[in-house]
């Protein structure tokens, strides 16, 4: 007796066991559930890289302002014009006003000016202008409004430009980056709010601040609903917390609105497939066991639910599925031999699928579990959890599945109901599409191969120029479409629009204003004169980088310690006298004293200082930084290079070491380990997959070379979803990179219940065609309804909000329709070209 043997006769004798053990062990594992986690978090893409750990030490040992959290406030003029008027001055002091009063505001704001904006400085020096000398040390909301309001608009738009023309550069970091110098006008401006985060450590913004941002988004666009036909700005906020609260508020209401939809349509299809409310109610009754243990898993592990772990149910419903069909669909064939009884029928139908589900087991859970490779935490948190959930899937369909059918239908017919049930696909339209594999490769199998091979090779060639990128923004949800609008109110998602305004933030203000900033860490002996001539010239090439953002000015947005040093002396007579004794050829880089000179300029202005040099906590200096605000539209790969090409500039003294940093700089290393997650994985599962089929066929049918050719089919469909992505301009990024894992898991799936079904039949056939024309009617037929309903449900995704959501549903359902056509149509083909190179006869041991 085989091992296949003795565990089908387990299942079937010891049934009421095997139920209760694994009741009892989904009671164990679900438990977990009640340990995770409630809510949904925005999965953060690092890695382990030089890049990543100069980030982090920029964050401990530098001032970059990590104790507080801003939000920006947005006020545009849908005219484009008038976003800097007196007006519009006067409504940003207002809207400041408003949120520096609300209660849910109040207590997360800064002790110092919480509120920044342009109005603000307009007022002041307006109010200077009123006190013939310096303006009120604390003016309120009220004195500035009355110095504005005692001036035309031709007087405030000439301080306006005044202000900007004359003021500091990072004042321009409030208007447009367009903005003509000079002039008064322009589309937008922006307010900063800034709150006092608390713990700076604290992975997760704590609630009340999250709440604080929501009621300044609420405040901004009630004003403006208010204004509706009147002369008030639009207005927005965008902060962090309204980022992560709003995303999984988005998540959330995108699931009950496709939820039920899924819900109808796969039900409905697994209707027309099994025809029987019994088998329905098994297989449904079986996905929400899956679920449990998912959910106990997430748990148990400690897993936090992230966008990209949201696709992890409907992989284990479309492989639950799949399995539900194939255990039920080859009870039924069976079923239907004359003279067979519930007992033989459980017995032949399961020995029969068992194994393949097995193998599928074996091979799509090696495919996931290949990503525990990746770099990228949130990717191996997704092959973990799949990998597990598919195990999980095996014991509930496998095993359970088998055991509960096998009592019920024992039962029902014990009392005279009868139960014979055709199998789908052997009969009616689906037969007939079925057939089309079948009768291709009774024609013409060679050309069809041919005809697959040269559709592969040009798809291969576009999935070589797949674009890897991960933009943060492409997570965000995206503004409600038009359709929505008539979805009944209980279910109709909100319009959040949150992609587009961060867009708007990046397009139209860039760099600081919406902070975003690359870097150069250098540490060591940062006050050696060498040093500090290296950095001059590492900044000299930044500024001539295009990827740099510039303000109105001109001037490149870029930061030094010779820079804030030279920015702090402008205002301190005793740290301008140091720099001059410091700078002794007069070059404007400090060439001796340059300890004394630190040390007067933190003396003078600590906060500033703090930024762009660390201390060694013992009176001297061991790190300085260059900050180099970064345009909205650069490109990753290219802010990568020229950020690198500074840093290596700045690395070339003895005893300092210099490394590129900051968040796009850090990114843009995530998108190398998203690439590198592709060839790791594929390369991983590929040789895993192809080895254990190989054993498989050659240990159970002595024919290795099988494993080569049920791996071709799947290859066939990897290359086609890949050229598919480089057609659809969808880019290779953290949720689609676990596509090689779902390609080579799904089409193996699928093409081991053709593989194994057809050397089945070959025993009992006498050629190729006959063997294929049973195995597509009844493994084939299995294989439609499980695709048909698993494309389904993943292109129910395409309705979400979320466009991360909105890709992954739309790669699957094509990864699963390829996996299809390549298992159905072409592993046909590929079958009898073997069979009549090699041959399945009775003598296998000669064969190969």
């Known amino acids: 007796m085989t091992g296949v043997d003795r565990y089908v006769s387990f299942v079937r004798r010891r049934s009421r066991l095997v139920i209760v053990l694994v ?21 953060e893409f690092e890695t382990d890289s030089p890049e990543a750990d100069a980030d982090e030490y920029v964050e401990e040992n530098f001032d970059t302002g990590q104790e507080t959290v801003t939000t920006l406030v947005v006020m545009r003029d849908p005219g484009g014009g008038d976003a800097l008027s007196r007006d519009a001055m006067l409504e940003s002091l207002s809207l400041q006003e408003a949120i520096a009063e609300n209660e849910t505001v109040e ?32 003016p309120s909301f009220e004195d500035r409004r009355d110095a504005i309001e005692t001036r035309s608009d ?18 321009l970091a409030f208007v447009p980056a367009d903005y003509e110098p000079g002039d008064g006008t322009a589309e937008a401006q922006l307010l900063v709010v800034t709150h006092d985060r608390g713990d700076p450590d604290a992975e997760e913004l704590p609630p009340e601040l999250v709440d604080a941002q929501l009621a300044i988004d609420e405040i901004a666009t009630e004003r403006t609903a208010d204004a509706a036909g009147g002369d008030r700005l639009e207005s927005f906020a965008f902060g962090p917390g309204i980022v992560d609260e709003r995303s999984g508020q988005a998540t959330g209401e995108s699931f009950a609105l496709v939820g039920p939809i899924a819900l109808v349509l796969v039900v409905s299809l697994l209707a027309v497939a099994y025809r029987d409310v019994l088998d329905v109610t098994l297989g449904l009754a079986g996905i929400a066991l899956v679920l449990v243990w998912m959910g106990g898993f997430v748990g148990w592990l400690g897993i936090e639910f992230t966008q990209i772990l949201v696709a992890v149910p409907f992989l284990l419903i479309g492989l639950s599925i799949d399995y539900a069909l194939h255990v039920v669909m080859r009870y039924r064939e069976e079923r239907a031999e004359p003279g067979a009884t519930v007992d033989t029928a459980m017995v032949a139908g399961l020995a029969g699928v068992v194994v393949a589900i097995g193998a599928t087991t074996v091979t799509t859970s090696i495919g996931f579990f290949s990503n525990l490779s990746s770099d990228l935490a949130s990717i191996r ?68 191969v041919a005809i697959v091979l040269v559709v592969s090779l040009v798809a291969a060639g576009g999935a070589a120029n797949v674009e890897t990128s991960i933009d943060e923004n492409d997570f965000l949800p995206e503004e409600r479409p038009t359709w929505m609008e008539s979805v009944p109110e209980p279910v109709q998602p909100s319009d959040y629009q949150l992609q587009e305004r961060a867009r708007y933030l990046d397009a139209t203000f860039g760099g600081p204003g919406a902070g975003t900033s690359a870097g150069v860490l250098i540490t060591g002996n940062v006050t050696d004169p060498a040093a500090l001539e290296a950095i001059d010239d590492a900044a000299a090439a930044a500024n ?31 740290v301008a006298a140091q720099l001059e004794r410091s700078d002794e050829s007069g070059d404007g880089v400090p060439d001796r004293e340059i300890e004394a000179l ?28 260059i900050e180099i605000g970064v345009r909205g539209d650069a490109d990753g790969e290219a802010l990568l290079t020229e950020v690198r090409e500074a840093a290596a500039i700045a690395d070339e003294p003895d005893g300092v070491d210099a490394v590129a940093t900051g968040q796009p700089i850090v990114l843009e290393v995530v998108q190398d380990a998203v690439l590198e997650t592709l060839v790791t994985t594929f390369t991983i599962t590929l040789v895993l997959v192809g080895t254990f089929l190989s054993m498989l066929f050659g240990r159970r049918h002595g024919r290795y070379s099988l494993g080569v050719v049920t791996m071709l089919p799947v290859l066939f469909a990897l290359s086609w979803i890949l050229g598919a992505m480089y057609l659809l301009e969808i880019p290779y990024n953290s949720e689609t990179a676990i596509i090689t894992g779902i390609a080579i898991g799904i089409g193996v799936d699928f093409a081991i219940h053709i593989t194994e079904r057809y050397v089945q039949e070959r025993d009992d056939a006498d050629e190729p065609i006959g063997a294929l024309s049973a195995t597509v009617r009844g493994t084939g037929g299995a294989l439609l309804a499980s695709a048909l309903t698993t494309v389904a449900g993943f292109g129910i995704l395409t309705l979400t909000l979320v466009p991360s959501l909105q890709r992954f549903g739309a790669v699957t359902a094509l990864t699963i329709a390829f996996a299809w056509v390549a298992s159905v149509l072409v592993l046909p083909s590929l079958l009898v070209l073997w069979d009549r190179r090699i041959g399945i006869g009775a003598d296998r041991s000669t064969h190969e």
């Open 154 to 171: 031709d007087e405030i738009d000439d301080l306006v430009a005044e202000v900007l023309e004359e003021g500091e550069t990072d004042l």
């Open 381 to 448: 948190d997704f092959g973990l959890l799949s990998g597990l959930g598919i195990l999980a899937a095996f014991v509930v369909f496998g095993a359970l599945l088998p055991a509960v059918k096998y009592e019920l239908e024992s039962a029902l017919e014990a009392h005279g109901i009868d139960r014979d049930r055709r199998a789908f696909g052997t009969g009616g339209l689906s037969s007939r599409i079925l057939g089309v594999g079948a009768a291709g490769a009774r024609r013409a199998p060679l050309a069809i």
């Open 598 to 625: 630190f040390d007067a300029a933190f003396a003078a202005d600590e906060e500033a200082m703090a930024a762009v040099v660390a201390t060694d906590g013992d009176g001297g200096y061991e790190a300085a930084r």
């Open 23 to 43: 009741l009892l062990s989904s009671a164990f594992v679900g438990y977990g559930a009640t340990m995770a986690d409630d809510g949904f978090v925005i999965a």
């Open 544 to 574: 001539d980088s295009e990827t740099t953002f510039r303000y109105a000015t001109g001037e490149a947005a870029v930061e030094t310690p010779i820079s804030v040093v030279e920015s702090v002396a402008a205002e301190n007579e005793t």
């Open 107 to 138: 207590p997360t704001l800064r002790d110092e000016e919480s509120t920044i904006a342009l109005a603000n400085v307009v007022a002041d020096v307006a109010l200077a202008e009123d006190a013939a000398g310096p303006p009120p040390s604390d």
